[in-house]
């Protein structure tokens, strides 16, 4: 089995093959600022229950800030072997297609949840998602999944899903297998509602498949019903959210 360190291990050599040559004192700061100063792929210096006195917060925000400006917005363009081996880690929706600066800004964020006490990175998440711009939101929201103890960080997420910025709102529902791990059906729910009335793809939303339900399929009728009766548009992908898609599918005889 995968584990969350050795995805970020993953990360973080992706990050190493790419970064410009003048971009290396950068890759330093990020060393200090996420206490990994031995290197990034390396053990942490501490336990995560330990005091965290070598943080600072105001470096790492300028960090975190700057990465954008030293990595520039280049698509990643994965190696056939770096897809596979993420593919494989479970993180590669998290990946693939991004830009660098977010592969950046997502490494960062991974690698100092393994170092910050769950409080104190709570509270840094929520400084980076208040005061962040829209790419630094998506980086935070696409690097959830990766995170010790994901778990702590649902009502943010939730809180993000009430943006009506197209792309911070695809950050979270697409590509994106937090929701799925961690929203409570309600929430989970009014996010693939919101999506349809977004004009997002359902089949972006992984996880949508073993997240259905009948609660789910009755929302969509009556989403579909106001719709009509507003003599609107219904998204043409409507029929995943319902269980007779899900009957049907499962009873069909393979070719």
Known sequence: MTTMQDASLLLFG??????PSAARSWLERVERVTGTGAGLGGTPDARKSESSTWFDLDRFLATFTAAV?????????????ERDALEAAGVAAVV???ALDELGRVTMLVHVSRRLPAPELESL???CYEQGDGRERQALLRA???LTEAQSFVPLAVEACRTNELP???AIACENPYPA????????????LKAMFMGVALARIIGLDRRRSGELARMAEDF??????????IPADIGLLSLDHERERATRIPE
């Open 14 to 19: 992706i990050l190493s093959r790419r970064i």
């Open 181 to 192: 791990a961690y929203f409570p059906d309600l929430n989970f729910n009014q996010m693939v």
């Open 144 to 146: 959830l999944p990766l």
């Open 224 to 233: 579909a019903s106001e719709r009509r009766a507003a003599g609107r548009s």
């Open 69 to 81: 400006r030293v990595l520039g917005r280049g698509q990643l363009g994965l190696h056939p072997d």
């Open 168 to 170: 911070i709102f695809e």
């Open 96 to 98: 693939d297609g991004r």
């Open 125 to 127: 998440f929520r400084v």
